[in-house]
């Protein structure tokens, strides 16, 4: 790779030992991917909640942090992804003490980094979105997708190490999804169904998601004559990254890189209403039993907890069925303040602050509650926790309302 | 004793001598993995139930979040982890996670190469050369 001046400096040691290391450590995954230089970037998200640091990365970051200040603190804007554990509510679901002073460490270490503690998977629809064309290094895949693919920025998925190493030299290697060229669809789909929800949304993203062969297949999608919002496409993205590892789509008079398309004639892969419907009856279980509902992955917008609260307003969760619902602390502040909290709660529900379920040790969660069947309208949370003991099951956020005040599946 | 040797891409780590275990299915560490027990936990997967402690995994792609990044390194301080690994495309996240945790990885063969090792063959890998030596191929009678 060819380095500039400032990565020359960095790499002899001149900003500190922290910085050469994560120099290092990129330049180690740039010459990967054969990346022929580094890019600036202007924001870092990182994801390291402590289910996936462990006690290994918690003492990492911790080691990090005994540095002096002019060397550990991170050169970019850096922000997190959810934690592992919510302060406020982590009694109501049982979660191991030990895992809340897991959190408590590893937040303390990141703080004296100078990281600052959003907590949140859609730091894109509430802090610093990006703009097309700017360089970023985000550290979750529902966010890496949006931003390259709703909003034209420009990164890699980029894993905590990584992220963490961006953040202390400002940069990352100039690979994937920086370079134009990567960026470009190689797979055609058209859709011969409307999708009506957010569950259709992750539905279809799943079924993109499964046929993409790699990290390098880009799909444009054809067939949408509306124009979908903001959190249609976090559904959507977010599934299509969880099945496929999938950094980019385009939707064809939507998503602004679609021109990027140039095959004129390409083989089409259509998607119609029956794969949307095989791609639920795969989730369904032989019987109705059901354990608990979890609206996550991604957190819930404002207007996705304002459209919960306004389905169970007046309902309650019944006595064998948990509710749990995730959403950003800045979210769940101006829910406080719009009553929006207030009608989620009085059903039975609860809300977990700054969190995702399925980084909260959802495996132990889950035996600590008995909880094996869960229903959720995340088509990502749905294919996660297939690996965590859970058997799930996908539907809309209106049937999951109703299934968990009946306390059972209704289909 | 029979050696056939394949090129990937230049990959991440140091050479390593192990025992494949070898699917044609996808990876990620916290969608398919119980990490405190060793062994692939979700049922669709190939390798459900099967231990990959100590073992060179051999999968196809890639696939799902971020965490594998972090959670290499965790695995192997624990020592519940595989041995190296093997894939026709690695993402991002595999990579950075391999050289966080200075776990052996290469990727790009020419050919698929959870067709060319089977679960059994004593492998080694030299991933600064992109280079693996099937060392004696497990019996296929």
Not at chain 1, 131 to 141: I, P, Q, R, S, Y
Not at chain 1, 247 to 271: G, R, S, Y
Not at chain 1, 306 to 335: F, M, Q, Y
Not at chain 1, 371 to 393: P, V
Request: aromatic content about 8%; overall charge positive; charged content about 20%.
């Amino acid at each position: 790779m060819k380095l500039s001046h400032k990565e020359l400096e960095i790499q002899s040691g001149q900003f500190g030992e922290v910085r050469k290391l994560a120099l290092e450590h990129q330049i180690q995954v740039g010459k990967f991917f054969d990346a022929q230089s580094f890019v600036e970037i202007s924001q870092v998200h990182i994801m390291a909640d402590t289910e996936a640091l462990g006690l290994a990365g918690i003492e990492y970051l911790e080691n990090l942090a005994q540095y002096p200040d002019p060397q550990k603190q991170v050169w970019v804007p850096t922000i997190t992804d959810p934690r592992g554990s919510d302060f406020k509510s982590f009694k109501k679901i049982k979660q191991n003490k030990r895992f809340v002073d897991m959190e408590k460490r590893a937040i303390d270490a990141f703080k004296q980094l100078n990281v600052m503690m959003t907590d949140t998977c859609i730091n894109y629809q509430v802090f610093m979105p990006p703009v097309k064309g700017e360089h970023l290094a985000f550290g979750d895949t529902g966010s890496s997708i949006y931003a390259n693919s709703v909003l034209g920025a420009r990164t890699n998925f980029e894993g905590g190490p990584s992220a963490l190493a961006a953040s202390l030299t400002g940069r990352t290697p100039m690979y994937g999804l920086h370079l134009e060229q990567n960026r470009i669809p190689n797979k055609y789909f058209k859709l011969n169904v409307r999708p009506t929800n957010f569950s259709d949304w992750g539905a279809l993203g799943g079924i993109i998601g499964k046929q993409m062969n790699s990290y390098w297949d880009v799909p444009i999608i054809y067939g949408i004559d509306f124009k979908p919002t903001s959190d249609e496409l976090k559904h959507f993205g977010a599934a299509m990254a969880s099945f496929g590892s999938t950094p980019m789509f385009h939707i064809a008079e939507v998503t602004p890189e679609d021109h990027l398309a140039q095959n004129k004639n390409p083989k089409m892969n259509n998607i119609s209403l029956s794969d949307l419907n095989n791609f639920y009856k795969s989730y369904l279980p032989k019987d109705d039993h059901l354990d608990v509902v979890v609206f996550a992955a991604p957190q819930l917008s404002l207007n996705e907890m304002r459209i919960l609260s306004e389905l169970l307003d007046g309902n309650k969760i019944h006595p064998k069925v948990s509710l749990l619902v995730c959403t950003p602390s800045a979210v769940k502040v101006l829910c406080d303040k719009n009553g929006i909290s207030k009608k989620i709660e009085n059903s039975g529900g609860i809300i977990l602050e700054g969190v995702c379920f399925y980084n909260m040790h959802a495996r132990e969660i889950g035996e600590a509650n008995g909880w094996k069947r869960l229903m959720s309208n995340s088509a990502k949370i749905i294919n996660i926790l297939g690996g965590y003991g859970y058997e799930t099951i996908l539907n809309s956020m209106e049937k999951c309302v109703i299934s968990a005040c009946q306390g059972k599946i209704v289909k | 004793m029979k050696e056939n040797v394949y090129f990937g891409h230049i990959g991440i780590g140091e050479p390593v001598k192990g025992e494949a275990l070898v699917a044609d299915d996808n990876f990620s560490a916290r969608y398919d993995l119980d990490r405190i027990n060793g062994i692939f936990s979700r049922k669709s997967h190939k390798l459900f139930n099967q231990s990959y402690v100590n073992k060179i995994l051999v999968l196809n792609v890639a696939k799902g979040g971020v965490a594998t990044a972090w959670m290499f390194r965790s695995m192997k301080i624990s020592k519940i982890c595989p041995k190296a690994l093997l894939l026709n495309f690695a993402n991002p996240i595999i990579a950075q996670g391999a050289a966080h945790a200075n776990l052996p990885l290469i990727d790009r063969f020419k050919s698929d190469i959870t067709k060319i090792i089977k679960s059994g063959d004593i492998i080694k890998l030299f991933p600064k050369e992109g280079k693996i030596a099937i060392l004696n191929e497990k019996s296929t009678n």
